[in-house]
């Protein structure tokens, strides 16, 4: 009897279908009963709620997705199921051959859209191999790109926190410094401590795969604030900035560390962008089921290119090719966002500053007798 290797087999793979339309479905089961070019195993559901339960249950390899349920409807559809399983490619089924529903589903996360118009075996088990390929090498490259940002970061951060007690000392010493020496002192240290921020920033991007909701907790979104607002106490004073918040109390499920790290990239941004004597504004508001944290600030503002620019999905290869660490830190807040089920928004106009918000999903609905606000003295820094 003839054994055939197992690189000649073909491959396995599962398929989540959720669409409801009876006809679409039976037309997409029979592209996959076929088995050129691998096996796939197809679980059908109709509805998103049936979808959310069948990825809690099962680790598939791709969900085949039509954003028209009788339950959900449109980019919500795409959010609730990237939200469920980040990780697995989704190919999205539109309705018509040019659909904008499908570019902005790609925009979004998905790996690619296909027209029902099109459905044939070829076109359809094309889209879905190749999806499924590219979401592997993109992970492993992702990968390797993390190990190797993870070891430089952690070999930099070290000599990088000497330096910066050395100058420490030489500045708080007795010695007198000319004026000269004393703004070279100002500048060197400025510049170590720019280096160790962006090394922990290249941790934090070594550590993206170990944000899992399998590891996370509840979390106080107030707390968080607070202590990210303290960290940065020192940096604000420095440049005379005040910080000003508002929060309503609100507990969402995460990593603590990495989501006050978001909040602290991205309220040193906006002290980091102000002027001298401005105020930067942090707040939390939550609806019926979010938690909205916004950062202001009033500074130059970001022109709309370069802000459609810093919004690109974050992968490794386009954090790195930011400047000044803006667009590092904006990337990386909004990869730490996404891993927790979030969104991310911005809005600036030039010339009149910036807001990014944050939302989070709540770890309970909203009940007014709980949305008790802390008041904006209670955290206010002043400059």
Known sequence: MTTIPDFLRPQSYSLLLVEDNAIDAAAAKAVFRRQEGGCYEVTHVKLL?????????HPFDIVLLDLGLPDSSGLETLFAIRKAAPTIPVVVLTAYEEDECGAA??????????????????SIRRAVRYAIERAHHQRE????????LGLIAHETNGPSSMLIRGLELLRDSSREWTAYQEELLRRLLHAAERLQRHAERALMIGALDNLSPTHFSTVDVGGLIQQAVLDLSDSAAERNVSIRTSCDAAAV???????RSAFSFLLENAIEVSADSAEVEIRAAISETWCDISIT???????????????????????????????????????IVTRHGGRFYAQSVLGQGSTFTIRLPLLEPKHDADAQAFTDASLFIPG
Do not use: N, W
Not at 49 to 57: G, K, P, V, Y
Not at 105 to 122: C, H, I, N, T, W
Not at 306 to 324: F, P
């Open 49 to 57: 709620s049936a979808a959310l339960s069948a990825l809690d249950a």
């Open 105 to 122: 589903a790609v925009r979004e996360g998905a790996q690619d859209y296909l027209p029902k118009s099109e459905f044939s075996m070829s």
């Open 141 to 148: 490259l992702d990968r390797s790109r993390r190990e190797l």
């Open 253 to 259: 499920l995460g990593d603590a560390k990495a989501l």
């Open 297 to 335: 600030d009033y500074g130059p503002g970001i022109a709309p290119d370069v802000l459609s620019h810093l919004l690109e999905l974050c992968t490794v290869s386009s954090l790195i090719h930011h400047h000044e660490g803006l667009g590092i830190s904006i990337a990386l807040s909004r990869e």
